[in-house]
């Protein structure tokens, strides 16, 4: 079932998110949001989307872009370097990008560390394990002609003993202490608008990962707008169905590979159908939140995406895309609301912006909300009367449980606190 996390999530007050743009121009939604005590009382935060353009946004030196092509070219030469058994120039280029030491490509089963491993390059593997960006617990990935290589650690891999005893120290534990656990509720507006315009680091680097899954030969400049992209990876599943179906799939498997095998089907309006009824199951939706919360904490430079991140990566993608391109779902226009287990209301203020990076879960039925709250946790209303690039889409028909009436916001939505009020739900437009 899809539990009481459908419209409210328990880490949601220590989670990040950020926002894809719909469309050039910009609104802010009024959210409300109701603090609900033992005795019912409320602390309402409403939320409003205003148009902005390109230029108001503009380019910010200190927020340097994204170029796929650059990224795409350095994976494939340090796997093609690396498969040689020849390291010398991959050192220089995960020194100046270390985001991409745990990548594992399309069509491709192992990351760096687990080639290294398999070629029992001791010095190799000791190498990347050293570096801060490298998740030693990376897992292999399956493919179309090695159905069965995925699932692996490099440690489960390792067949010189050395190696196996080394990598055998480095826990879960470890990797923790690495990367932090940091836990972020919701971006600034600053970096929310960046994202939306140049697109959020995971899917970005998943571009890079499956571009000829993703664009084929199409060459791409770094100044394209994230939407551009992002309806570029929608329209290029229809043609390309099989290669996006087996991607996406494949890089599930080290996640929940039972769960994914839903989307094995033999058309487009399946498949979109599919990854949003995947989404709205237990396995993937959380998980894949904490990934795209937690890139409020980077920039593209200082991205370091644990291994486990990047598995979220193709389906992130295909999902943001269906939900902002696919036209049989069509904006919400009236009030939804999001059930939060706990009570946030002391982090709002009236007239402050903020960015959720995630997919945000809502329902028409306040009832359903209040109920996911609970009687200690806040209820957000969302006024969603005003066209705006982050408008829910009623996805009820595909969902796992129909009867949630689920209203899912594309990642990425940018919401404004309008007022707050002790007991009544205000819903105002921008």
């Given at each position: 079932?899809?539990?009481?996390?459908?419209?409210?999530?328990?880490?949601?007050?220590?989670?990040?998110?950020?926002?894809?743009?719909?469309?050039?121009?910009?609104?802010?939604?009024?959210?409300?949001?109701?603090?609900?005590?033992?005795?019912?009382?409320?602390?309402?935060?409403?939320?409003?989307?205003?148009?902005?353009?390109?230029?108001?946004?503009?380019?910010?030196?200190?927020?340097?872009?994204?170029?796929?092509?650059?990224?795409?070219?350095?994976?494939?030469?340090?796997?093609?370097?690396?498969?040689?058994?020849?390291?010398?120039?991959?050192?220089?280029?995960?020194?100046?990008?270390?985001?991409?030491?745990?990548?594992?490509?399309?069509?491709?089963?192992?990351?760096?560390?687990?080639?290294?491993?398999?070629?029992?390059?001791?010095?190799?593997?000791?190498?990347?394990?050293?570096?801060?960006?490298?998740?030693?617990?990376?897992?292999?990935?399956?493919?179309?002609?090695?159905?069965?290589?995925?699932?692996?650690?490099?440690?489960?891999?390792?067949?010189?003993?050395?190696?196996?005893?080394?990598?055998?120290?480095?826990?879960?534990?470890?990797?923790?202490?690495?990367?932090?656990?940091?836990?972020?509720?919701?971006?600034?507006?600053?970096?929310?608008?960046?994202?939306?315009?140049?697109?959020?680091?995971?899917?970005?680097?998943?571009?890079?990962?499956?571009?000829?899954?993703?664009?084929?030969?199409?060459?791409?400049?770094?100044?394209?707008?994230?939407?551009?992209?992002?309806?570029?990876?929608?329209?290029?599943?229809?043609?390309?169905?099989?290669?996006?179906?087996?991607?996406?799939?494949?890089?599930?498997?080290?996640?929940?590979?039972?769960?994914?095998?839903i989307l094995r089907v033999n058309t487009t309006r399946l498949f979109y159908g599919r990854i949003i009824k995947l989404y709205t199951g237990n396995h993937v939706y959380m998980e894949m939140n904490k990934a795209l919360k937690r890139e409020a904490l980077f920039d593209y430079n200082t991205y370091r995406p644990r291994s486990s991140a990047l598995h979220f990566?193709?389906?992130?993608?295909?999902?943001?895309?269906?939900?902002?391109?696919?036209?049989?779902?069509?904006?919400?226009?009236?009030?939804?609301?999001?059930?939060?287990?706990?009570?946030?209301?002391?982090?709002?203020?009236?007239?402050?912006?903020?960015?959720?990076?995630?997919?945000?879960?809502?329902?028409?039925?306040?009832?359903?909300?209040?109920?996911?709250?609970?009687?200690?946790?806040?209820?957000?209303?969302?006024?969603?009367?005003?066209?705006?690039?982050?408008?829910?889409?009623?996805?009820?028909?595909?969902?796992?449980?129909?009867?949630?009436?689920?209203?899912?916001?594309?990642?990425?939505?940018?919401?404004?606190?309008?007022?707050?009020?002790?007991?009544?739900?205000?819903?105002?437009?921008?």
């Amino acid at each position: 079932m899809h539990d009481n996390n459908s419209f409210s999530d328990e880490n949601r007050l220590t989670e990040e998110s950020e926002e894809p743009n719909i469309s050039f121009s910009r609104r802010k939604v009024i959210l409300v949001s109701i603090a609900i005590s033992v005795i019912l009382t409320a602390a309402v935060v409403i939320i409003c989307v205003e148009t902005k353009s390109d230029e108001e946004i503009g380019q910010d030196q200190s927020f340097p872009q994204y170029n796929i092509m650059k990224d795409n070219r350095d994976i494939q030469y340090m796997v093609n370097e690396a498969k040689r058994n020849r390291f010398q120039r991959i050192w220089t280029i995960l020194d100046e990008k270390p985001y991409l030491i745990n990548i594992i490509p399309e069509n491709e089963s192992y990351s760096l560390l687990h080639i290294a491993t398999l070629l029992n390059n001791t010095d190799a593997v000791y190498k990347l394990s050293n570096f801060t960006s490298c998740d030693v617990l990376v897992k292999s990935a399956p493919t179309v002609k090695r159905k069965n290589a995925g699932g692996k650690t490099p440690e489960q891999l390792a067949k010189n003993n050395v190696i196996k005893v080394y990598l055998k120290t480095l826990t879960e534990e470890h990797m923790q202490e690495r990367f932090g656990n940091t836990l972020v509720f919701f971006t600034t507006r600053a970096k929310g608008e960046k994202y939306n315009r140049l697109g959020l680091p995971l899917m970005l680097l998943t571009m890079s990962s499956y571009k000829k899954t993703f664009f084929g030969n199409t060459s791409l400049s770094p100044s394209d707008h994230f939407q551009n992209l992002l309806n570029y990876t929608f329209q290029s599943s229809k043609v390309r169905l099989k290669n996006v179906e087996n991607e996406v799939i494949n890089s599930l498997y080290g996640f929940d590979a039972n769960s994914a095998k839903i989307l094995r089907v033999n058309t487009t309006r399946l498949f979109y159908g599919r990854i949003i009824k995947l989404y709205t199951g237990n396995h993937v939706y959380m998980e894949m939140n904490k990934a795209l919360k937690r890139e409020a904490l980077f920039d593209y430079n200082t991205y370091r995406p644990r291994s486990s991140a990047l598995h979220f990566g193709p389906y992130a993608l295909m999902l943001d895309s269906v939900l902002t391109f696919w036209n049989e779902l069509i904006p919400y226009t009236e009030i939804t609301y999001r059930g939060v287990s706990v009570n946030i209301s002391s982090h709002y203020d009236v007239n402050m912006t903020f960015v959720y990076l995630d997919f945000v879960s809502t329902t028409d039925d306040k009832k359903i909300a209040e109920s996911f709250a609970g009687s200690h946790g806040s209820v957000l209303v969302i006024d969603n009367t005003h066209f705006c690039a982050w408008q829910p889409r009623n996805i009820a028909k595909y969902s796992e449980f129909p009867h949630e009436k689920e209203y899912l916001y594309p990642s990425g939505a940018e919401f404004l606190v309008t007022a707050m009020d002790g007991r009544h739900i205000f819903s105002q437009t921008g």
